[in-house]
């Protein structure tokens, strides 16, 4: 009866297979779609991506292009979100409005990434480059940036607003499925054009194998005892 116990104690101990973490890159360029100006209603870019169904996302980046057209529009007026699944996160909340300000910033176009682990909130992203709210960008906003994540209406919205839709909320989330990026530009003039997207996830297989590799060795252990108790009885006679 020895030997069993020191079997599944050997079962039990080893560590579970690690589930191997996989890169994927998705880049929705060339979309190239004006954004309806003053228009609450917005423009949704839909995307479907075929992925293994036992893969889930542990860490998620989005890339985001967008660039004034004519006149130039103002980073200011957007409102973007992403939802996917049970996924959701707001990428910009008219940054730079604040009390005072109703209106955010008037910069217009930007090329960034957005990722929960960086520094700068987008949403004060001149204060964070240039030490203020007035000294407007030369260029496009460029560079990584935590997400807006401000959960608050765009028409009260401040830099003061809770931030609570992270990137995090896709953690856990089946990779494959339609993805939907929600772009707005709440106020008229100036108008600005949705020229990309992109994905870049770090997905892992769903952990079943170490459930399962306890679930066999206690199997494996109940059928133990059960022949050895039947030896018992047999060598009693």
């Not at 228009?39 to 169904?53: E, H, R, T």
């Not at 769903?206 to 030896?231: H, I, K, N, Q, T």
């Amino acid at each position: 009866m020895l030997k069993y116990s020191k079997l599944l104690v050997v079962a039990l101990l080893m560590p579970p297979a690690i589930a191997s973490a996989q890169v994927f890159n998705y880049d929705f360029s060339g979309i190239n779609a004006a954004i309806p100006d003053g228009d609450s209603s917005g423009l949704v870019n839909a995307q479907s991506i075929s992925a293994a169904p036992n893969l889930t996302i542990a860490e998620l980046k989005v890339t985001l292009s967008i660039s004034g057209t004519g006149l130039g529009g103002f980073n200011g007026d957007l409102y973007v979100t992403l939802q996917h699944d049970d996924g959701f996160s707001i990428l910009l909340n008219q940054p730079g409005a604040r009390s005072g300000t109703a209106f955010g910033y008037g910069d217009s176009g930007l090329n960034v990434t957005f990722d929960d682990a960086a520094a700068g909130d987008v949403h004060v992203y001149r204060q964070v480059l240039n030490g203020d709210h007035t000294t407007p960008l030369t260029g496009n906003l460029t560079g990584t940036w935590s997400p807006d994540a401000r959960t608050a209406d765009p028409s009260v919205v401040q830099d003061t607003s809770a931030r609570n839709a992270f990137l995090n909320s896709f953690n856990g989330v089946p990779l494959g499925g339609t993805w939907s990026l929600f772009v707005t530009d709440l106020s008229s003039g100036g108008t600005q054009q949705l020229d990309g997207w992109g994905l870049q996830i770090v997905a892992v297989p769903e952990p079943a194998s170490a459930a399962c590799a306890v679930a066999l060795a206690l199997l494996g252990f109940a059928c133990c005892r059960r022949l050895s108790s039947r030896g018992s009885i047999h060598g009693q006679r």
